[in-house]
């Protein structure tokens, strides 16, 4: 009997998992406590090392570096699931990455030296600026795959299946519409 009960929450939790954007709010919150700990690390290693007054922005660097690869991975491989083209969706992840990455230096930069907030909750606030953003930006961008690829993958047999994109069997970012409704 409990076994059962184990198996529907475990069944309800895989549902909830594959709706793309409860998947990127998980791997997102992974990642960010992820590059949050290497941020923190890096700041008290920088702090106890007396790197200077910009010790902060040397750990977000730091921490950026060491966690783009970590978030790449679980982006393209557990959110968006797709397959192909890894160097093409490698580098658009790295660019909405190291665009996220200037906006939060300037907004970091900003917090700590213009309004004199504490380096790690400054950092804390701007990350969850920069999350909203992020989403729409892999989602349309870094892992987007036309309707073309799509079709091709899923009535594609001759190519090898780690080749070609395959559509991602997961729910649109829209809301439902009534039965009836039209479009």
Not at 112 to 126: D, G, H, N, R, Y
């Amino acid at each position: 009997m409990h076994a059962a009960r184990g198996s529907s929450w475990r069944n309800a939790a895989f549902s909830l998992v594959r709706d793309r954007r409860v998947a990127f709010l998980v791997v997102g919150a992974f990642n960010t406590v992820l590059g949050t700990a290497w941020f923190i690390g890096f700041q008290l290693l920088n702090s106890t090392l007396h790197v200077g007054r910009f010790d902060y922005l040397l750990s977000l660097v730091s921490a950026q570096l060491a966690s783009l690869l970590c978030s790449f991975v679980a982006q393209r491989y557990l959110v968006f699931r797709v397959r192909g083209q890894f160097w093409a969706d490698f580098f658009r992840f790295a660019a909405v990455s190291t665009t996220a990455f200037f906006i939060n230096l300037a907004l970091l930069t900003a917090s700590v030296e213009l309004l004199s907030w504490p380096k790690i909750p400054a950092q804390l606030a701007v990350t969850a600026v920069i999350a909203v953003g992020t989403y729409v930006a892999h989602r349309d961008f870094s892992f987007r795959r036309s309707p073309h690829e799509v079709t091709a993958a899923a009535g594609s047999s001759t190519q090898s299946p780690s080749s070609v994109a395959s559509p991602p069997a997961m729910p649109s970012d829209e809301p439902p519409r009534p039965e009836g409704a039209s479009s």
